[in-house]
């Protein structure tokens, strides 16, 4: 069993669209959770931390649910600009990486 | 100035040539780590470091060697290059401790081999 799984996607949307990805992790001691954009070849950056309590960057807002094991990302009023790969990464000593779901914005 | 820089950005070899992917940062960070990425795989690590005299291998270290020659520097070696290694390789530092894990990267690697 993977440490971090994701849905691949693609996940094709219209702008303006609502869209949420979840991700499940297996290690219930896993200490940290971030969600990475991936845009296509180039090097994951950083786009949210991950609390318990739930935290919002704009038009971001990212879940975390211990008992369950998951962690969820939603995008509101989705941009062109917004068509990446998510990757979702949480930490337990090392880092664990999903495959990443892939996002098309279209107009 | 990028903080994290690799080099070479892209590079194409031949099976059994030895290769090896450089990597130095200038965020004073003490952990660093090498990735390798494949389509659909997400990124795995390779090998991981905490401090100069710290070398610990991740979950796909065969093939591969580091070497932490100062806090700054973390390199990739490919011993004897095989083509399953042709892949998009990432350096990555941490400042670590707690509440500090978050990773930060360089651009990638494209490496082929042949």
């Known amino acids: 069993r993977k440490e971090v799984e994701q849905d691949p996607g693609p996940f094709n949307v219209p702008e303006g669209a609502t869209v949420a990805f979840n991700c499940t992790y297996s290690?219930?001691?896993?200490?940290?959770f971030f969600w990475y954009r991936q845009d296509c070849r180039k090097e994951p950056k950083l786009l949210m931390s991950v609390y318990s309590s739930g935290n919002e960057d704009g038009r971001f807002t990212a879940q975390l649910n211990r008992a369950s094991q998951y962690i969820s990302l939603l995008i509101r009023d989705s941009k062109l600009s917004d068509s990446a790969t998510y990757l979702c990464?949480?930490?337990?000593?090392?880092?664990?990486f999903g495959s990443g779901t892939k996002l098309n914005v279209k107009p | 100035d990028a903080d994290v820089t690799q080099t070479p950005r892209n590079r194409i070899t031949k099976t059994g040539k030895r290769i090896m992917l450089e990597c130095s940062q200038t965020?004073?960070?003490?952990?660093m780590y090498w990735y390798r990425q494949d389509p659909g795989l997400g990124l795995r690590l390779i090998y991981y470091s905490f401090d100069v005299k710290d070398i610990n291998k991740g979950e796909i270290s065969d093939g591969y060697s580091v070497s932490r020659q100062a806090q700054a520097k973390f390199s990739l070696s490919l011993e004897s290059a095989i083509p399953n290694q042709t892949a998009l390789y990432f350096c990555a530092t941490s400042p670590g401790g707690p509440g500090n894990e978050k990773l930060f990267f360089g651009s990638g690697t494209q490496l082929s081999v042949l």
């Open positions: 290690n219930s001691a896993s200490q940290s």
């Open positions: 990464v949480v930490n337990f000593n090392k880092f664990y």
């Open positions: 965020k004073g960070h003490d952990r």
